[in-house]
C-alpha cells in the first residue's frame, strides 16, 4: 500500500500545474458592515489547560480542543451546549496513541473521529463513546501517510472518498498545495485538473457536501473558486483586493445550512494581522456581508446542532469565543 500513495503522490505532484481560464465574477466592494462584537461570547473553560496555539472542531455533540503546543493532553473533549468538560487525552510522545504533531480532527458521522499526526505520519481513529467511558482508552492507527504528499485537511465522506487540500513539499523549505480527492482505503490522491498549484501559496477549503459544491478560499489573493465535485472548476470571485498589495485575505471558511462564511483580514502580509471580520456570502458566492467580530480569530468552526460558531482566538487571556447565528439579523 506504501507503494501505491509513493506512486500516487508522484503522479499527484506531475499534475500540478499553473491557472486556466476561468470564468470571474468581480465583487468591487463589500462594504455592508454589521457589528457583532456585543454578540461574541467569551468561553471560560474553567479550570482545563489549554495552550495559546489551539483549535476547534465539532464531533457529534462535542466541541473537540485541539492543543498544538501540549506535552500532556493534545485533545479536549467539552459538551457542545454548555462547554462542561468531559474528558482529555493524546500525550505527546512516539508511543501507541501519542502524538507528535498533531493535525485536524475529522467526525466520520459514524460514533468515531479521527486525528491526523503529522509527525508520525498516521491518522488516528477514537471510538467516541470509549474514549468517554474508559479512563486508559486508546486509539487505533486508521491509516499511514507518505512523507510525499499528504492532505493537510479534509472532509470524510467514506473511508474512499475524502475531499481535501494536499501539501507537497517541494524542498526543506517549498511546497505546493492541490484541490482533490483522495482515497484513505488506499491513499491515491486525485487532483482537480483546474486547482491553483504555486510554490508557497496558500489556501483553505470549505466543502457542502449537500450541494457538492468545493471552494479555495486563497490567503494571499482576495480570490475564492468553485468547483464542483468532480473537480471541475465553475466559476471564481475576485474581490476588492484581487491584485493590489494587500496580501493577507481570507483565511478558513465553512459552510452553514445557507451560506459560506470566510475569516478575512484585507491587509498587508508583514503587519501580520489577524482577521477581525466574517465575510458571509450566498452559496454560489454573492456577497452578503461583513461581520465586525470585535476580536482576532485564526480559525473557527460550526456548530450546527445549535446554529453556533466557535471562535479560536489570537489572545494571552481569552482563547475560545462563539457567536449564535440566531442573534445576527442579515
Partial sequence: MKHTFLLSSLLF????????????????NRDNIIDVKDKVKIIDFKDVFIGRRANAHIVDNY????????????????????FEYVVS???????????????????NHRGEFYVADFGKYEIMSYNIDSLVKIPDYKPYTKFMMSGKAFPADYYYVNDTLCYC?????????TFRQCSGTWNMSNGNLTQFAD????????????????DSIFVECHIQLDLLRFFNFTGELQYS???????????????SAIFTKDYLLALYTGDEWNKRAQPKT?????????????????????????????NRLIFCL?????????????DVKL
Avoid at 13 to 28: H, M, T
Avoid at 165 to 173: D, F, M, R
Fill in 278 to 306: 466574517l465575510q458571509i456570502f450566498k452559496k454560489n458566492g454573492d456577497y452578503v456581508a461583513t461581520l465586525d467580530l470585535g476580536v482576532q480569530s485564526f480559525r473557527f468552526c460550526y456548530d450546527d446542532r445549535h
Fill in 89 to 107: 487525552t493524546a500525550h505527546y510522545g512516539q508511543g501507541p496513541g501519542e502524538f507528535v504533531s498533531i493535525g485536524p480532527v475529522i467526525d
Fill in 237 to 251: 470571485i475576485q474581490g476588492p483586493n484581487y491584485g493590489s498589495s494587500i496580501n493577507d485575505n481570507f483565511h
Fill in 314 to 326: 489570537i489572545n494571552e487571556i481569552d482563547q475560545f469565543a462563539y457567536l449564535d447565528l440566531d
Fill in 165 to 173: 487540500e494536499v501539501i507537497i513539499p517541494t524542498s526543506a523549505s
Fill in 195 to 210: 486547482s491553483i498549484s504555486t510554490n508557497n501559496q496558500r489556501f483553505s477549503v470549505a466543502v457542502d457536501i449537500s
Fill in 63 to 82: 466541541l473537540v480542543i485541539t492543543d498544538y503546543t501540549s506535552h500532556e493532553n493534545m485533545l479536549h473533549l467539552f459538551d457542545s451546549e454548555t
Fill in 13 to 28: 505532484l506531475s499534475a500540478c500545474g499553473g491557472r486556466v481560464s476561468e470564468n470571474v465574477k468581480i465583487q468591487s
